[in-house]
């Protein structure tokens, strides 16, 4: 290795020793080769630390868009596992977390249920959502408890010159620490000097301290995702497989996903049907403002707002996405036991968005039961079906009356699981307008 891997460790210890470790470390961790690379050149600096002197916590976090390659998902937990486990057995103050977007903000609930378009580089709507947002308020109550914390990361200026630009512009004038967008926060990126192919020399030449081995899983991922084609050898002009990204499987950003479509012709077949949903949604994205789009195919005429503009999927779109998500998942688990594509809880919430909507022919039960074959409960109890039953001795069976309060019921059951609520009372409101409204202008024909 040509950089300095024992000044490195060095300067973590120093930094770790600084303030008394008042301020906690929050580690962001992804599982890939920079962030592994941060997190191990971490472990082993505390390794050479007095046990007396391992007082600052250190948060290993890790962001679940709930939209992320299995295969790699499947992979990153089974190291967050052994993090957790590695660093209890081994006595350093580690605690491993994973955040994921409130049950609103998830891809699905967004797309399937409110029918946002699939994100594009002039709407990236995801990335706030799934990202952003949930890591920020995990380090926000971090602040909150502690004061201050400072966060590692594994950006490096040899990624981009964006990158490069990014770490120059944040860096504070004689502290390896930079300033962060949060109050309360600075940001350390130890291994920003490290170039690319330094990083791969490193992880095949220094044992990883919580899995034991020499990363020779995460390097075969990095090589299946690129094409199968991975040089261990670098040199300056070949690029290596640290170029290939793995992300959300259904990114639209770009036009293909390559690192998809590589791990399934080396071997990862079962994620075929993903490519296809993903390919779908490709079809219908907009990329530049100059391209001949045809609007009213996808999308609705009219925005959420009732503005006239283009607006969000129309209904038979969002239930044809929900229904490819249903079918892929049933096939998927033939062979793969456990694995969701969409869960039980996203479907509850847009079941809630498109009864906000009024404009669906079908319903979520009705989908899962088409594919299924098994119906779909979507929180009904027995204390429900003995509701129904007294509203229809109170109302009649099946009268207007009985089946408006069990709207108004299923309505407030479901909305009862999102975090925000604000549009419970609109929501009883329409319900109550839709089976009045009908009756009062009958009254005023009658009348007249």
């Known amino acids: 290795m040509s950089f300095d891997y024992k000044k490195l460790k060095e300067e973590i210890k120093a930094q770790y020793l600084e303030d008394d470790g008042n301020r906690p470390w929050i580690v962001a961790f992804s599982g890939g080769k920079d962030s592994t690379m941060l997190l191990q050149t971490v472990w082993y600096g505390l390794q050479e630390l007095p046990k007396e002197l391992l007082v600052r916590p250190i948060y290993v976090i890790c962001n679940n868009t709930m939209v992320e390659n299995p295969r790699i998902l499947e992979y990153v937990d089974r190291q967050l596992a052994a993090i957790a486990k590695a660093g209890f057995d081994q006595g350093l103050p580690i605690v491993v977390d994973q955040t994921t977007p409130q049950l609103e903000d998830s891809f699905w609930v967004n797309l399937i249920g409110k029918g946002y378009p699939a994100p594009n580089n002039m709407f990236r709507w995801c990335t706030e959502r799934l990202k952003i947002k949930p890591t920020t308020l995990y380090i926000q109550n971090k602040i909150s408890d502690h004061g201050e914390v400072i966060i590692l990361l594994g950006t490096r200026s040899d990624e981009s010159a964006a990158r490069a630009q990014s770490v120059k512009k944040h860096r504070v004038e004689g502290s390896r620490l930079r300033n962060h967008p949060l109050p309360n926060a600075k940001a350390y990126a130890p291994i920003s000097d490290v170039l690319t192919s330094e990083v791969w020399t490193y992880l095949q030449a220094v044992r990883n301290p919580w899995t034991g081995d020499k990363n020779r899983e995460l390097i075969t991922l990095y090589r299946d995702g690129s094409g199968g084609d991975c040089p261990l050898v670098m040199d300056v002009k070949t690029p290596s497989c640290g170029n290939s990204r793995f992300g959300c499987w259904v990114c639209t950003v770009v036009s293909r996903d390559k690192s998809m479509e590589s791990l399934v012709d080396n071997g990862e077949k079962w994620m075929r049907p993903l490519i296809g949903i993903r390919d779908y949604l490709s079809e219908t994205v907009q990329r530049t403002e100059g391209e001949v789009y045809k609007f009213e195919e996808w999308r609705m005429p009219v925005r959420r707002g009732g503005q006239e503009g283009t607006g969000p999927y129309w209904p038979r779109i969002r239930a044809k996405i929900l229904r490819d998500i249903l079918e892929a998942q049933r096939l998927i688990q033939e062979t793969q036991p456990g694995q969701q594509l969409i869960t039980y809880q996203e479907l509850v919430a847009i079941q809630v968005q ?36 007294l509203l229809n001795n109170i109302f009649g069976a099946d009268s207007d009356e009985a089946v408006l309060v069990q709207r108004m019921l299923q309505v407030h059951s479901e909305r009862s699981m999102m975090s925000r609520k604000v549009n419970l009372r609109s929501d009883l409101e329409v319900l109550v307008d839709e089976h009045c409204l009908p009756k009062v202008s009958a009254f005023y024909k009658d009348e007249n």
Not at 363 to 381: N, P
């Open 354 to 389: 498109w009864h906000r909507d009024f404009i669906f022919d079908h319903t979520v039960s009705e989908l899962y039961a088409d594919v299924y074959g098994d119906a779909l409960s979507l929180g009904q109890t027995d204390k429900e079906e003995l509701e129904t039953e």
